[in-house]
């Protein structure tokens, strides 16, 4: 069947490319994903019964991509979430933000933002600077992964009679010829045609595109490597920081390695839950904006930016996770105190902490036979730059998991309007290398829906 626009890919990414295009234009429409819809996306492992390796993962794949079960933290600040900056000028990007953000409270965000009280996040960065770290500012508008899902829902409401959608249909690769996209073709052997190709594949998605990529003489560009662990404390120790900021987002630079170390994804009185990417187990964490817990959890991420020949991030990044999965048949656990004293955790030693772990099915072992020595080391003096600025971060009951990766590692050679090389053919989102959250991916998505129109004006 033929369309003026296919769009592979239902995260937040390829949305906003579909709301963009049906609100603007009578263009034909179909968005393509191999998950299932957004009200039959169930993950065994948030219902406690552990993840059973689902394919693809309920958490990742499917309508709203991996940010529909994420905490639904939108980040309205130009200097985190990806970057857009080096496609289009900052003031653009605080434009694209601003009208992006408007659509979600259009379609039911919380009007609540964090990070406005000037007073007290000067506070926080003097204290950070004398830690050595830097406090990234950012105005955070938090929805909670209940009100991120039901936002993304009822955009999936008002698309049903706007677009073609087809759920459960994994696309195996692109239709190209003399140099123009012409459409895809699906692992079923079924084609759809198009004008254009909108490729938002999601995280779970970025090795496809890389094979894709280089399937079609693509020249693909590698970004650091995230890699880290994530950290588990009593929520009342960072009360004095996620109170004022919701999501203290530090980075540091190692004093030994001088590696760029960074807090990521900090869920405030959440639960820290399992991934899965083809089989492999990640850990991440999520915040409910009904349903609290005791505890905080956040990620500790080091960034590696690989030179030649290396060339396969993500392979060496989901290398880490099996690795950790080989060991403990899952998730690592270990606390600060093992850590610190180089011995493995025991079940025993767990249950006696202070904090109680939040993701049950958690294996008590030892990170390092998981982790790189280098990797160890950035993560340790990061640990102990936070607790001086919320002091009880190293306290020995502290719970490590491991291991966290970020598979967005690879991008291709865009314009400045997100197309590759080859005619009408954008790549856009987290995917695609070029984004890292909620905002900056929808707001990718808008970039290259408004080329589309532009092109079609004439």
Request: proline letters at 3%; hydrophobic letters at 40%; aromatic letters at 8%.
């Amino acid at each position: 069947m033929k369309y003026d626009v296919i769009i592979v890919g239902a995260g937040p990414a390829g949305i906003f490319s579909a709301l963009e295009l049906s609100r603007k234009t009578d263009l034909n429409i179909l968005i393509l994903d191999k998950g299932p819809d957004i009200d039959n996306r169930k993950c065994p492992a948030s219902r406690g019964m552990g993840c059973k390796n689902c394919q693809p993962c309920a958490l990742l794949s499917g309508w709203g991509g991996a940010g529909a079960f994420s905490d639904g933290k939108l980040t309205l600040s130009t200097d985190v979430g990806g970057w857009l900056k080096e496609y289009v000028s900052k003031k653009t990007l605080q434009e694209l933000i601003n009208y992006v953000d408007s659509i979600y409270l259009e379609f039911g965000a919380s009007e609540n933002v964090y990070g406005t009280n000037l007073g007290e996040i000067e506070d926080i960065e003097r204290k950070a600077s004398l830690a050595g770290l830097k406090l990234i500012h950012q105005k955070i508008r938090h929805m909670g992964t209940e009100k991120c899902a039901e936002t993304l829902r009822k955009m999936r409401e008002y698309l049903k009679d706007k677009v073609d959608v087809k759920m459960k249909t994994e696309v195996e690769g692109l239709i190209v010829k003399n140099g123009v996209v012409e459409g895809v073709q699906t692992v079923e052997k079924e084609r759809f045609f198009a004008k254009y190709v909108i490729v938002a594949p999601g995280r779970s998605g970025a090795e496809w595109l890389k094979m894709e990529a280089q399937a079609l003489g693509l020249k693909t560009l590698n970004n650091p490597v995230d890699v880290g662990i994530r950290v588990e404390v009593l929520a009342s120790i960072m009360e004095e920081l996620t109170n004022v900021l919701y999501e203290p987002k530090f980075i540091y630079y190692s004093k030994f390695f001088d590696d760029q170390v960074r807090t990521f994804c900090v869920a405030p009185y959440g639960e820290v839950i399992t991934e899965s990417y083809n089989g492999i187990l990640t850990v991440n964490g999520q915040s409910y904006a009904e349903r609290k817990t005791r505890n905080t959890n956040f990620a500790i991420l080091v960034s590696t930016s690989f030179t030649e020949p290396f060339r396969e991030p993500i392979a060496y990044g989901k290398y880490l996770a099996r690795l950790s999965n080989l060991l403990s048949g899952g998730v690592i656990i270990q606390r600060f105190g093992d850590f610190e004293a180089g011995r493995r955790s025991t079940p025993e030693r767990i249950a006696r902490s202070s904090v109680e772990p939040t993701l049950k099915n958690a294996t008590p072992g030892d990170l390092s036979f998981v982790l790189p020595y280098r990797y160890l080391t950035d993560i340790k003096e990061m640990l102990y730059a936070l607790d001086k600025i919320a002091p009880g971060i190293c306290s020995k009951d502290t719970l490590l998991y491991g291991v966290e990766v970020k598979f967005y590692s690879s991008r291709l050679q865009l314009t400045n309007c997100l197309e590759t090389k080859i005619k009408n053919l954008f790549t856009i989102g987290d995917g695609a290398g070029i984004t890292r959250g909620l905002i900056q991916a929808s707001a990718s998505g808008v970039i290259a829906a408004k080329e589309i129109m532009r092109r079609e004006q004439k």
